[in-house]
C-alpha cells in the first residue's frame, strides 16, 4: 500500500501548487503596500510617473548590468548542465562522443559571455552628475533619467533573451549527444540547429546595443 502510494508521487504535480502559494504571497505583501499608503493619507504617491521620477538614474542603470550578467550566467549554467548530463550519460555506451560534443557545451558559454560585452558596455556609459549642473539645466536630469531606463531595458533584454537562449542550446545540445550516441550521422546536422539556436542571443545583444546607442549619462545635456 505504501509503495503505491510512494510511486504514484510526482515533484511535477505540485508545482502548481508552489507557483500559486506564491502569487498569492507575492499579492498579499503589495495588497498591504497599498492599503498602507491609502490609509495613512499617502494615495497619491500609488503613482508609476512618481516612482520613475524619485528613484536615482543610477539605480536603473545598476541593475541593468545586474540582470544582464545574472540572467546570461544562469541560462549559460542550465545549458551546461542539461548538454554536460547527457554527454556524460551518452559517454559511457559511446566514449566517442565526448570531446566532439564539447562544442554545445563552448555554444553555451558564449550565452554567458554576451551578457557580459552588455554589461561592460553599460558600465562604461554610467557618469555621474552634479545637483548644481541639474538645477541650472533641467534637461540634463532628464537625460540622465532617459539613460538610467535605457540601461535598465537594455540589461533586462539581454539578460532574459540569453537565459531563454541557453536553455535552448542545452535542450539541442543534449539531444545532439544523445544522437551523436546512436547515429553519428545526426550530429551535423542537429548541431545546424544548435547554430541556430545560438544565434537568438546575439538578437538580445543587437537590441541592447540599439537601446542605449544615444544613453549619455553625466553632466552633459
Known amino acids: ?38 490609509l495613512t493619507g499617502r494615495g497619491e504617491r500609488i503613482d508609476l510617473g512618481w516612482f520613475l521620477t524619485a528613484t536615482s538614474p543610477y539605480m536603473w542603470a545598476s541593475i541593468g548590468v ?35 560534443n564539447l562544442i554545445s557545451v563552448i555554444f553555451c558559454e558564449a550565452v554567458a559571455i554576451y551578457g557580459l560585452i552588455i554589461a561592460i558596455v553599460l558600465s562604461g556609459q554610467i557618469e555621474q552628475f552634479s545637483p548644481e549642473a541639474v538645477e541650472a539645466n533641467a534637461d540634463i536630469m532628464a537625460r540622465n533619467w532617459f539613460s538610467g531606463y535605457a540601461m535598465f531595458g537594455a540589461g533586462v533584454t539581454t539578460g532574459v533573451v540569453n537565459l531563454v537562449c541557453g536553455v535552448c542550446v542545452g535542450q539541442v545540445g543534449s539531444g545532439a549527444a ?33 537601446l542605449t546607442s544615444k544613453a549619455k549619462m553625466g553632466d552633459k545635456a
Open 1 to 38: 500500500m505504501m509503495s503505491n502510494y510512494a510511486s504514484s508521487y510526482s515533484p511535477i504535480s505540485y508545482t502548481k501548487y508552489y507557483y500559486a502559494a506564491l502569487l498569492g504571497l507575492l499579492s498579499f505583501i503589495l495588497t498591504v503596500i497599498i492599503l498602507s499608503y491609502l
Open 178 to 210: 544523445l544522437s551523436d550516441a546512436a547515429n553519428p550521422a545526426l550530429f551535423v546536422k542537429i548541431l545546424i540547429i544548435e547554430i541556430f539556436g545560438s544565434a537568438i542571443g546575439l538578437f538580445g545583444l543587437i537590441i541592447a546595443v540599439l
Open 66 to 100: 545586474g540582470l544582464a550578467v545574472s540572467l546570461s550566467v544562469v541560462g549559460a549554467a542550465l545549458g551546461i548542465y542539461t548538454t554536460g548530463v547527457s554527454i556524460m550519460g551518452g559517454g559511457v555506451k559511446a566514449p566517442r562522443i565526448k570531446t566532439k
